[in-house]
């Protein structure tokens, strides 16, 4: 059960390294997010199209996948909310 030809567990075959990578925990670089959104976009490269600063100064980051990240005081990426 579970196996293929040649003893290949079928559960693992599909899975990737940065499934179990939260966005909170990739490191507090521009590159490290890049590379983590990414592979969560299926390998389809993703880059910053413009970077913004928000009221509290923080600067926010838009990518081509639609969203925006912004780093909190202990350098933890989240998506930025929209604003409104």
Do not use: C
């Amino acid at each position: 059960m579970g196996t293929r030809k040649g003893g290949a567990d079928v559960s693992r075959a599909f899975t990737k390294e940065s499934d179990d990578q939260w966005l909170s925990d990739v490191a507090p670089t521009i590159n490290a997010l890049l590379l983590h959104l990414t592979r969560e976009n299926n390998d389809i490269v993703v880059i910053v199209e413009k970077r913004t600063i928000d009221p509290d100064g923080r600067e926010i980051h838009h990518m081509t996948n639609g969203l925006a990240y912004v780093k909190d005081t202990a350098g933890r990426w989240s998506v930025a909310p929209e604003a409104g």
